[in-house]
């Protein structure tokens, strides 16, 4: 996690393919994870044992709102356990892809085991298993939440 330290600021990809891939810019890192911003999955937690690669981009990539991020509050712990009490009823994506991937609201945090509210089910799982989680809007769900906005705008315009 040395390595990461020393490029906070930076964008980077974490993981090289696969539903664990990732890429933002790294906001900051802690002794067991690290905070990054990415357009399409908003605030994004990696646990560091979970890291299998990481790559710094020799482009100058730009990142849509990069700007806004860097005076951007969110969730932190000094170990990935206390950030995930932090959570304690907030909304989350747990393992970002495949089949692994669950969403719902933080419910408890006891010892080394997550409850995860999720519509009708408790789920119960062991922290060891979390790569990762995501907080905030999927950017698919922004975008047809605005489509839905500019064609409710757009019919009440034409009724004019």
Do not use: C
Not at 12 to 37: A, C, E, H, M, Q
Request: aromatic letters at 8%.
């Amino acid at each position: 996690m040395e390595m990461l330290s020393s490029m906070v600021g930076k964008t980077v990809r974490i993981n090289r393919k696969g539903p664990d891939s990732v890429t933002g810019k790294i906001l900051n890192v802690f002794s067991d994870y690290l905070v990054l911003w990415s357009e399409g999955d908003g605030l994004v937690y990696v646990r560091s044992q979970h890291i299998k690669s990481f790559t710094e981009s020799t482009k100058q990539e730009t990142l849509e709102n990069i700007e806004s991020s860097q005076a951007m509050e969110y969730v932190t712990g000094e170990t990935f356990e206390l950030l995930m009490q932090n959570f304690q009823y907030q909304w989350v994506r747990i393992n970002r892809g495949g089949p692994e991937k669950l969403e719902g609201v933080v419910e408890n945090m006891n010892g080394d085991i997550i409850t995860l509210i999720s519509n009708d089910e408790i789920i119960h799982l062991p922290v060891y298993h979390i790569r990762g989680l995501s907080y905030g809007e999927e950017k698919s769900q922004k975008e047809e939440k605005e489509a839905g906005q500019e064609g409710k705008s757009e019919k009440k315009e034409s009724k004019k």
